[in-house]
Antibody
Framework: QVQLVESGGGVVQPGGSLRLSCAASGFTFRSYGMHWVRQAPGKGLEWVAFIRFDGSNRYYADSVKGRFTISRDNSKNTLYLQMSSLTAEDTAVYYC??????????????WGQGTLVTVSS | SNVLTQPPSVSVAPGQTARITCGGNNIGSKSVYWYQQKPGQAPVLVVYDDSDRPSGIPERFSGSTSGNTATLTISRVEAGDEADYFCQVWDSSGDHPGVFGGGTNLTVL
């Protein structure tokens, strides 16, 4: 069965950096696009970033463009999110999610359990 | 860019039908997806491509679109259906392609 396990969350000071990881199993990771989606405490869902199956194209929400970088290592079945210049508005649970397609952003057919990032001094 | 509007809350008695709407400009021309999120859990896909159900999702869940509104219908509502429900579209015309509605909290009375 598909499993997505996020890690790397924690407390970070404003202006700091953090790298999230998502270990994938139960499917052919290298064949599918992958996303990060976040949810601030008590709020709705916000799409953050998408990467194609081979890493050839990446897309970002305006709110994180220039500060966050999505990447993947298909040899390790792992998705990453490098976050920098963090602000309180980035405080959220970060989910990695699988897309059912390889190239186009469509939707999220499987989700991890999420990792909490808290930006606070 | 696309904005999706959902009612903040919907209440329904057990056994009745719940309808959760998602309004958006020209939403009928896009594929709509619906997610269920129970407290403390990750979202789960319950409807894709407007009206299809992933395996394991009960037939009680169905989706439809008409004009500028998509609707998630839950028939014969059970206590276990109590959750937040989010609609989502892919909007290739904007800089924020993954668009979610604000979410609807379904309360089973």
């Amino acid at each position: 069965q598909v499993q997505l396990v996020e890690s790397g969350g924690g407390v970070v000071q404003p202006g700091g950096s953090l790298r999230l990881s998502c270990a994938a199993s139960g499917f052919t990771f290298r064949s599918y696009g992958m996303h990060w989606v976040r949810q601030a405490p008590g709020k709705g869902l916000e799409w953050v970033a998408f990467i194609r199956f081979d890493g050839s194209n990446r897309y970002y929400a305006d709110s994180v463009k220039g500060r966050f970088t999505i990447s993947r290592d298909n040899s390790k079945n792992t998705l990453y999110l490098q976050m920098s210049s963090l602000t309180a508005e980035d405080t959220a649970v970060y989910y990695c999610a699988k897309d059912p397609y390889s190239r186009t952003l469509s939707h999220f057919d499987y989700w991890g359990q999420g990792t909490l990032v808290t930006v606070s001094s | 860019s696309n904005v999706l509007t959902q009612p903040p809350s919907v209440s329904v008695a057990p056994g009745q039908t719940a309808r959760i709407t998602c309004g958006g400009n020209n939403i009928g021309s896009k594929s709509v997806y619906w997610y269920q999120q129970k407290p403390g859990q990750a979202p789960v896909l319950v409807v894709y491509d407007d009206s299809d159900r992933p395996s394991g999702i009960p037939e009680r869940f169905s989706g439809s679109t008409s004009g500028n509104t998509a609707t998630l219908t839950i028939s014969r509502v059970e206590a276990g259906d109590e959750a937040d429900y989010f609609c989502q579209v892919w909007d290739s015309s904007g800089d924020h392609p993954g668009v979610f509605g604000g979410g609807t909290n379904l309360t089973v009375l």
